[in-house]
């Protein structure tokens, strides 16, 4: 099948921009052992949790830095990439290594063949694979056959530099949001065990064992005007329910109710939109019941610990632990200390088959209750970190989605860039890249 060449391109294969290499280990050579991943070539040691690598190594194959590795066996996984280490190493000769050609450009190389479309059409050229389907061999001489259209070196390396500089926008962003992620996780650290004090606060030892819900590891001391209290004397315990999925009138309706597939509104401070609705009928034939804006959910099996805010009267499913909070607990107080417990939760789900967190666990909650004063301010400081944090967030995923739709529309020449921007990469055309 014939691709598209747009104006000044020329049709062409993969084998027009890359070439197989075959080096193996020398004798007495000890060289660092790679995988091939999603995500490119990496140290075996960021794929598998153990050593994988056989004793004889002889017959590894050394990929160099810039080399490219393909792993025929997982290309419906698009385990495919570059290495971008700085010294060479050993890959399984189950793999295959290539690099590219003096009529490409490598930066041009690596984006093409990570593209969607790309591992698709290779895909579709294999040879079959397990009765599951998962694994498949696609092997390099197939890899070679894939039609392309081919632009001039100058603007493969245009193309390069723009999505280059789109790249590293969202490395800075991704960069800042951990910065962000973990400015937050110290400041709560000492807001929600010592508070808005700090060192300056009167202290006095636990009035009693802090069983469950501990935010961290060792605390002995807590500020002397605060007290360590089971959870349901302070908010209501509610859980959820889903209504007869075989009953259509019971889903006919607009009131909201969060299930496992509001995972995503559930990182958000609140939360008042759902992707299922249900009915009047739903809802007063089931175990489900309307809880009041303010209430604090808690996801308690799949992804658990995710806890947002309701932003109005909604209803759950039985995967949450839903907590009415009472006068002496602000909410979004609870919402943050919830937030701050990764570790309390999957202690608590440690040995399930499927994470999990029971009802009864949630009764035995401890928290530390600072005045209702001191925890408003506590939650604020943790709700401004979340909303920017979100925000930069979002901002992420608007970047990554235009990246990907640019990287669609110039790789396939349905956008052209200027004459003046390709023009600078000319003077290089006849040198290897």
Partial sequence: MSVEVPKGWREGRLKDLCEAVDRRLGVGDKLEVLSVAKRGVVPQSLTYDKEIASEDVSRYRVIEPGEFGLAPMALYYGAIGRYHGSAPGIISPAYNVFRHTANADPDYLETLIRMPRMIARYDALSQGGNLEGKRKLTPYDAFETVQIAIPPLAEQRAIAEVLGSVEQAITSLEALIEALVNAKHATMRELLTRGIRGQKAPIKPLPSRWVLGRVAEGITHIPADWDLVTLTKVAKLESGHTPDRKEPTYWAGNIP????????????????????????LGLANSSARMLPAGTVVLQRTANVGLASVMGREMCTSQHFANWICGGKLDPYYLQQVFRHMPREWQRLVAGSVLPDIYMGTFKALQILLPPLAEQKKIG???????????????????????RKALAQELLSGRIRLPDSMIARHRDKAGQAA
Avoid: C, H, M, Y
Wanted: hydrophobic share 40%; net charge negative; charged share 30%.
């Fill in 257 to 280: 109710w969060i299930s496992l597939q509001d995972a995503d509104a559930l990182t958000k401070v609140t939360i008042s939109e759902t992707a299922e609705t249900i009915g009047p």
């Fill in 380 to 402: 604020e400081v943790g709700v401004a970190f979340d909303q920017r944090i979100e925000e930069e967030r979002s901002t992420l995923t608007a970047l990554i989605e235009n």
